[in-house]
Structure formats: C-alpha cells, structure tokens
C-alpha cells in the first residue's frame, strides 16, 4: 500500500499530474491519469496502515542521525533464519516456545524474535583485526515473538514490533568506555522526550555461564559506569541473564506506571557459541527506545495528545478566510510550500464551515500551527499565524514562517509554540 503512494506522489511530482482512481491489480496497481496543470502534492485520502508520504520512509530519522553520529553502523538482517542458527545461539533451546515457527522443503525456519544472532554471523563474515573494536552494528529491523494472548496488551506487548536494536562488539578492556557511551546516548534522547527514568544494576544468578573472574571484572565496569554517570542507581543481586549481567532502564508515564524500555546487558556467552575472533569479544546487547510501539504508547499518553511541533503528525492548518482565498491556501507559495519543506501541513477548504468554526476545528485535532489566510495575506505573500492554544502571533512572510518552523523541527524544542 505504502508502495502505492510512493508511485502516485513521484509521479504527480514527475509529470505534475492529476491523480485520479487506482485500484489494486492481480500483479500490483495502477493509476488512470489526467496529465494537463500540476494540481499540487498529493492529497492522501486513504485510512489504514501506511506511510502518509515519501519523506516518512525515513523511519526514526533523528536516531539515525544520532546512531550515525556515534559511529554506528546500520544494518539490515533477514527476518526468518533457519532453526540451525537458533540452535547454535541457543534461543531454539530456551526460546523456540515464544517463536513463529515453520517449514520450508523439510527444513524448519522461524521469524527471527531478536537480531543478535544474525549480527554475530555478520561479525564472523572475515577475519577481524583488533584495530576494529569496537565494532558497533544497529538494526531497525522488525521482530517476531509468540506472546501469550493474555499478556498482549494495546501497543505496550505486542508479537510483531520494531526495536533500535544494537550490537557493540569489543574487547573487555573497553566494556566500560562503551556503557558510558550507551549511557550518554540514552540520556541524550530520553532529554528531548522530557522523561525521566530509573537505573538498575542486574548481577551474577546463581546459575550463571562463564568465568567467574570475567563476571566479577564486567560487573565493577559496570558499576564504574554508573558511578561516572551522575545519576542515582539501584542494585538487583542475582538479576541478571545467565549470559551476563545487565542494566536495566525503566521510565515512568504520565499515569505512574514505569516501563522498561531501554536495556543494556553484557553477553560472554554468544561469542563463544559462534567462535567469533579477534581474540574473544563481548557483546554488548543495547536498545534505548526499545519497542518502538511501546515507546509510541508512552509518548502518546505522555502528551496526551499535544505532541510537540517537530514529533506531531499535525503540524500546520492552513485555513482560508473564504473562498476568494482558497486558491492561494493552494499554491505553491503556502500550503505546498510547508508541504515540501518536510512539515506535515493540510488546507481546510470546507465552505459550509465559518472562520472561526475551522480554527476551533483545527485546535482541536490538535495542529500545533494553524495559519489563517485572506486578501490582505495574499498580497503580502504572508500568512497569520495562531496556535492551538489560541496563542496569536499575528502575521508574517511566508518565507520567514518556514525557517521558524524548520528551526523548531531541528532543535526538537518542546515548545514552540510559545517560542514562535
């Protein structure tokens, strides 16, 4: 369906068409054209599951960004594997339960329910030389896991979900430098969110793998890493995973209930399951959004509905005066100028409504920026600005507008419509 959009918008931006009926076909989809006046972008009529246009392919853009600035490299995995990788890891072992399982010509394959496997045979791929740790691996990819029904609950536990999922390969030397890492990124991004959260230093079970004196070292480094961190944590005795322990990251709603979202565990165990060299790495397992669907839960609580300007699916109203105004709500020079700015933008142009009546409407859907249009605008190249709030800002250029908003966009203020 997104695939579909995607044609329609690059061919409206191609020839400037005016897109019409195009219903799906035994072998895809199609589009009947009428080709004379380019009628502006796309309008999306459609309700169901798909990205709204091209520029939100770019699936969690910022923390690409951020991943790419801190030398992660981003990968893509295949979402099924056959049972003998499982085996090998041990998930089909401990796991297989929780899993989506099948066959294909005799061989049984399941839907991969976590990525760190598939990265290790990344890892593997060619001899690795010490001057590459750490190596840091990221993967967007979506993941599988066979929930019981009763434990499923909204976007918070669902069986088919995203994470920001990395993988830090390195030696144990450097186990300390790369948590504070970890942490610093989380604290970065949970910054721009506004929440707070709770640090928790999982230790050795009792029944654990691996060298007792490896243990003991991974957990000092840990616990210097949270020294260092400035932030007050919490100790689990025996609460880590029997591959390594962990720190556990949880952050509060705005109904008091606490989430783990982020988590960062230590695994001695992987490396040796895959015999990866150069010497014998660490694999740091770390995830800061984690579900992207239970973050998206929070968040949509969180806001309760007032999503700030650079996060909001509506971010800006265009509302004609009346008709005589409805072309230039049109044009390039508003509506399809924020549109193609990268904001997410729409025109009311429904005439049984009053002026007033689409501002109130348009505050209550919740548009961050809703931008009143007449003749005086018109021949001022300008637009009015007002907020949600029913904060006024009154007019200005069209042009100026949009580098404020791309300013607001950038900097993920919090509140800018205050600050407009």
Known sequence: HSSAHILGEAMEGYYGGCLCYGPPIENGFYYD?????????????????????????????????????????????????????????GHWQHYSENMFSFEIEKETFALKPMNCPGHCLMFAHRPRSWREMPLRLADFGVLHRNELSGTLSGLTRVRRFQQDDAHIFCTIEQIEEEIK????????????????????????????????????????????SL????????????????????????????????????????????PIRFNLTYKRPVIIHRAILGSVERMIAILAENYGGKWPFWLSPRQVMVVPVGPTSEEYA????VCSEFFEAGFMSDVDLDQSCTLNKKIRNAQLAQYNFILVVGEKEKANNAVNVRTRDNKVHGEISVSSAIEKLKKFKNSHIPNAEEEF
């Open 330 to 333: 049109q044009q390039v020079r």
């Open 181 to 224: 890492g970890c942490l610093d990124f989380l604290k970065s991004v949970y910054a721009v969110f506004g929440f707070t959260f709770q640090l928790h230093l999982s230790t050795r079970p009792e029944k654990y793998l691996g060298d007792l004196e490896i243990w003991d070292h991974a957990e000092k480094q840990l616990q210097n």
């Open 33 to 89: 054209m009428y080709i004379e006046d380019r009628c502006g972008p796309l309008i999306d009529l459609c309700r169901g599951p798909h990205v709204r246009h091209t520029g939100k392919i770019k699936a969690l853009k910022i923390f690409k960004e951020e991943y790419r600035r801190r030398n992660f490299t981003e990968v893509v995995s295949p979402n099924i594997f056959n049972s003998k990788l499982w085996e090998a890891s």
């Open 227 to 270: 020294n260092n961190f400035a932030a007050p944590w919490s100790l689990n005795p025996g609460d880590g995973a029997f591959y390594g322990p962990k720190i556990d990251i949880k952050i509060k709603d705005a109904i008091g209930r606490y989430h783990q979202c982020a988590t960062i565990q230590l695994d001695f165990q992987l």
